[in-house]
């Protein structure tokens, strides 16, 4: 059951609608409708080459995450899927901290119901908008806590669990108050994000410099060979 479970799971996380099953089933008619070009159309040793070659690709693309510890290449795709997925969503979900700001500016002197605020929130997204329908929805039924967890859970990302926590205070909050967290948040996050974007420079820095590094030691190493070399030349003739 448990292991049912976790493979239904596989495709969660990168917002393509479609279950292991299904991607299997799709996988094989592909692969049946290629074999069947290759026996057709070909002849002779190429034939053996191509279906060696289609069998290692039917392999590659198996729905496994990791093999003897190792992820494949399936499981890479898989997992840049769920990075763009969850950075997508990230991105509403700032944007939708600066919309809330924005309502809360408009609205400083006159406190605004929270279930208000996430609609109005919700008309500009996108990606996440099926998530906060759900969560106005479990709002309206009076499970405010309920909604907030659902949030954080379904966004799966540090922004979205810390927006749920802002979104549990909005009904116990004046707009002014909200105004200058919001302001010291959107700072937090700004911070957060060149701290990342000088990592990624940096690791971009060094995985062209290694190269460069790698090649002079060989350079290096082949000029000791040479002069080793040349030395041990000189000794022979010398006796």
């Keep these: 059951m448990f292991k049912e479970e976790k493979t239904n799971n596989t495709f969660k996380g990168?917002?393509?609608?479609?279950?292991?099953?299904?991607?299997?089933?799709?996988?094989?008619?592909?692969?049946?409708?290629?074999?069947?070009?290759?026996?057709?159309?070909d002849s002779g040793n190429s034939i053996t080459k191509n279906i060696i070659i289609l069998g290692l690709i039917y392999l590659i693309t198996a729905p496994k995450k990791e093999v003897l510890g190792k992820k494949t290449p399936f499981g890479l795709l898989v997992d840049f899927l769920g990075r763009?997925?969850?950075a997508k969503k990230?991105?509403?979900?700032?944007?939708?901290?600066?919309?809330?700001?924005?309502?809360?500016?408009?609205?400083?002197?006159?406190?605004?119901?929270?279930?208000?605020?996430?609609?109005?929130?919700?008309?500009?997204?996108?990606?996440?908008?099926?998530?906060?329908?759900?969560?106005?929805?479990?709002?309206?039924?009076?499970?405010?806590?309920?909604?907030?967890?659902?949030?954080a859970e379904e966004s799966g990302t540090k922004l979205g669990k810390e927006f749920s926590n802002i979104i549990s205070k909005l009904d116990n909050i004046n707009p002014a108050e909200l105004v200058e967290q919001l302001e010291l948040y959107q700072n937090h996050v700004k911070?957060?994000?060149?701290?990342?974007?000088?990592?990624?420079?940096?690791?971009?820095?060094?995985?062209?410099?290694?190269?460069?590094?790698?090649?002079?030691?060989?350079?290096?190493?082949?000029?000791?060979?040479?002069?080793?070399?040349?030395?041990?030349?000189?000794?022979?003739i010398n006796l």
């Design 14 to 41: 990168t917002n393509i609608p479609i279950t292991v099953a299904k991607y299997n089933t799709i996988r094989m008619i592909i692969f049946l409708m290629v074999f069947g070009g290759m026996v057709l159309g």
């Design 84 to 86: 763009e997925y969850k």
């Design 90 to 151: 990230d991105m509403e979900i700032y944007r939708a901290i600066t919309q809330l700001k924005n309502l809360a500016i408009a609205q400083r002197e006159k406190p605004i119901g929270a279930d208000f605020l996430l609609e109005q929130l919700g008309k500009f997204t996108v990606v996440t908008k099926p998530i906060f329908t759900q969560t106005i929805s479990l709002w309206r039924l009076g499970k405010e806590e309920e909604a907030c967890n659902y949030f």
């Design 191 to 236: 911070e957060e994000r060149t701290t990342k974007k000088l990592k990624r420079q940096e690791t971009i820095s060094n995985v062209i410099f290694l190269p460069i590094v790698a090649t002079a030691f060989v350079i290096m190493l082949n000029f000791v060979a040479i002069v080793v070399w040349m030395d041990s030349i000189n000794s022979i």
